[in-house]
């Protein structure tokens, strides 16, 4: 499990946002739409396990296998690009734009949502039968879900889209140190650890994660959840998206990129 030093992976980081600006729409698509459907079976994986055990943790320890099948088969989630291709654009890679980050963006976020949301219509299809029954304790418990965390966020007005907010930004810290920490190691194994810690960590706090949200809440809306469409987009994707973006790109991207690829001058200590 050979360690690379933060100066030699965080130019990695800026490589790969490079690529990812470069990359082709049909390869963006079907990448980011892999990337959402992985994490969406693994969040409905977790859910399924924190019921049958009575265990919060130990979904939350088992969440993080979605993340590094995605992770290992190099697919795209928007917290992960979010993190790295404004890097690219920061250090001025030839033909990088504001409108090529932007358009890696949309692409990569309407992948996700496509991946997360078919498998939305699988799991609602397999439980209910064919929506013919109904969809038992697991669907009424992603249901409860959806309303508390777009309802209960509604009811306290400002405060509760703050609070959402933090949460993306918490959130993505936490899954962006998972995106650099795969980078710190050249062995499968080691890339393995890394994401797990801080993936987890973010799973069993409640923190908001927009893919994850992009399962959880159709999910809930085709079981019956009592929101709409609007409520949904206002009260939860939206501010999660837009915390996600501070926490990868504020709190992970921009302080390893500025003391790792542009370290100021040592200093010169006086006799």
Not at 115 to 138: E, H, K, P, R
Not at 181 to 186: H, T, W
Not at 201 to 223: A, Y
Not at 229 to 235: P, S
Request: net charge neutral; with cysteine; hydrophobic share 55%.
């Amino acid at each position: 499990m050979a360690y690379i030093e933060p100066t030699e992976f965080v130019t990695k980081m800026v490589d790969a946002g490079e690529s990812k600006v470069r990359m082709s729409t049909k390869d963006t698509l079907i990448r980011a739409f892999m990337a959402g459907a992985l994490l969406a079976l693994a969040a409905m994986f977790a859910i399924t396990v924190t019921i049958k055990t009575g265990q919060p943790l130990v979904g939350a320890i088992l969440f993080p296998v979605g993340f590094i099948m995605l992770y290992l088969m190099k697919f795209d989630l928007l917290t992960g690009v979010f993190t790295l291709v404004p890097l690219a654009l920061i250090d001025k890679r030839p033909g990088v734009t504001v409108a090529q980050v932007l358009r890696n963006w949309t692409l990569v976020f309407f992948g996700n949502f496509g991946g997360a949301l078919t498998v939305a219509f699988l799991m609602s299809f397999i439980l209910t039968y064919g929506y013919n029954v109904d969809g038992g304790v697991i669907a009424e418990k992603v249901g409860s879900i959806g309303e508390a965390r777009t309802l209960g966020y509604k009811e306290h007005g400002l405060d509760g889209w703050l609070t959402i907010f933090i949460r993306g930004i918490l959130c993505n810290w936490m899954v962006s140190m998972g995106v650099v920490g795969a980078m710190i190691s050249s062995s499968a194994s080691g890339k393995m650890m890394a994401m797990w810690m801080p993936i987890m960590l973010f799973f069993f706090m409640g923190f908001e994660h927009s893919i994850v949200n992009m399962f959880l809440f159709p999910f809930s809306m085709i079981m019956g959840g009592g929101f709409t469409i609007t409520e949904y987009f206002l009260w939860n994707e939206l501010p999660t998206a837009l915390g996600n973006l501070v926490g990868g790109f504020v709190l992970v991207g921009l302080p390893l990129y500025f003391t790792h690829v542009k370290t100021s001058p040592v200093r010169v200590l006086q006799q």
